[in-house]
């Protein structure tokens, strides 16, 4: 049951950026499995092997992807966290609230404007 005057949940707005993010890295992980398998196999000799060159460009660039879902998905699960222990949207330096404005802005905001700067 909802708590009575509720009106937008921000937890329901962070676990559907959860769910999303998970399916993105999981489609991400998915392309890496498949390049590394493309890599294996007949081409190991990357160098002389313009293809192999692609596939390492390529690799590389879906790992730093990867890197930042990941990131992401941790601070969205963080700020999931919050709202379950009641911390969300209280600035963790100073503990006064976050402004609604920044929250829509930047949902898992862990800060105020005021102590963003020494993130
Ligand atoms: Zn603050």
Redesign the pocket.
Known sequence: MPPEGAGTDPGDALRAEEERLRRTLADLEAQMARLVESSRGDNADDEHDPEGQTIAFERSQLAAVTAETQERLAEVRAAVRRVVDGGYGT?E??G?SIPDGRLEARPTAT??V??AARR
């Open positions: 600035c330096v100073c006064r800060t105020c005021e102590h």
